[in-house]
């Protein structure tokens, strides 16, 4: 039983290793072409492409883990039922769930990784990663002057050149706008040739300009002058403008910021946030009833209006009095009484409406949290489920490498990922509740997962190609025999 043992480890692991590294890998692709285009152009180091990438590899373990388990457990179990080694095992005596003892007690540990990752590594690693992304976002693109091509990356600056040499360094035909003064293009630069180079710290951009000359629009000191248009020329035989390349640098923004995002929590913290949530839900509902319960009932006063009112107990004289309190006050004091009225109503009716309208956003925000709690669950559950549905496909489809068990990989974890995004789409309109859209993944394959499991156990054909193979070309031989008969 231990050579057994081993003998499924040794065959699982390898092929688990390798494609937990495709799977990562693949999904890395899906990120790179959802956030290529905030990326490129933007003159970043290797290291800081590496390190967001590193990052958000981190964060992309938990969902490559299951699709890991599912290929590896089909292929380990295609194998050894292609060689009729899974045949054999049951001759003896072993039932199918013996034969995956080793892997389940694999893939527990899997699990138990998937959510620690989820747990710890997740949180730090988005944390990093957004707060890089944004970095990366905000950065201006790099520096890039194009032939015959205005540029404004120098905001109020726009320069044009003519040609440039290959290297990027001399220049012709060189047109500088200076905006600084808001008023147009009053101050121009043209020169016929110039040099364009970096200082050794890379911190300045320096154009050396030849044989040009600068045209400036002055200011007219008064109306009649200002229908003379007077400008200002200046010839030089060499000119040099210094830039500075500080904007293009990429700032750190303070990680503070993103740490309170529901996706940068781990379980603890998301389970305090949730419960804080609700506490100020109910400190406001309690805020709004204290505030506005006391315009609903008399005052405790002991003025003669209450007094009167005591006393009447003819419902219909009450009434009558009722609508004739504002009678009781005098004249010179009604519109000051119903003016204080109205306000007071509309008070309560401002801080009534914006209770109302918080509230949603509160079921909102608990909503998000309460996903991200059980999402770090339902992916370590579906490490598992994939086994309970890899494992016995490979046994009853019986075929190993790498051809069919990818294809079977596929269709389940294509499932597996519309059933989470559609489960997240519906918890953030608040259709259905947090548990259900993340656990309804894991509800819909754990049902598949026991129905091929009592059909591997019954060795079922329903899959096995060989068999479909052999009833197909049974069922081609009894028609050709039919038609020459026929003849």
Sequence with gaps: MKKLDKLLTVSFIPPFILTFFIALFVLIMQFLWKYIDDIIGKGLDTSVILELLFYRSTALIPL??????LISSVMVMGNLAERYELASMKSAGLPLLRVMAPLIMLVAFVCVGSFISSDTLIPYSNLKFKSKLYDIRKQKPSLSLEEGTFNDDFGETIIRIGKKSEDGKDLTDVLIYDHSSNRGNDNQIIAKRGEM???PSKRYMVMKLYDGNQYTELVPKNREEG??????????KEWEKVYDMSEFDLNETGENSFKNHHSMLSTKQLSAGIDSLYNRKENRRLMLNKQ???FYFPRRTHDSI???????SDKEKLGKYKNSLLTEIDESKQAMALSKAASLARNVKNYARSVQDEMPRIDETIAKFKLEYHRKFSLATACMIFLFIGAPMGAIVRKGGFGWPILIAIVFFVIFIMLNIIGEKLIKEMVVSPEFGM???CLVLAPIGVFLTQKAMRDSKMLSFDAYTAAISRLVSRILKIELQAK
């Design 439 to 441: 656990w309804m993944p």
């Design 197 to 199: 180079y970096l200082t």
């Design 306 to 312: 209450r007094t009167k009112l005591a006393l009447k």
């Design 64 to 69: 490559a883990l299951p699709i890991a388990v």
């Design 227 to 236: 229908m003379k248009y007077q400008h200002l020329r200046t010839s030089f």
């Design 292 to 294: 506005v319960k006391h």
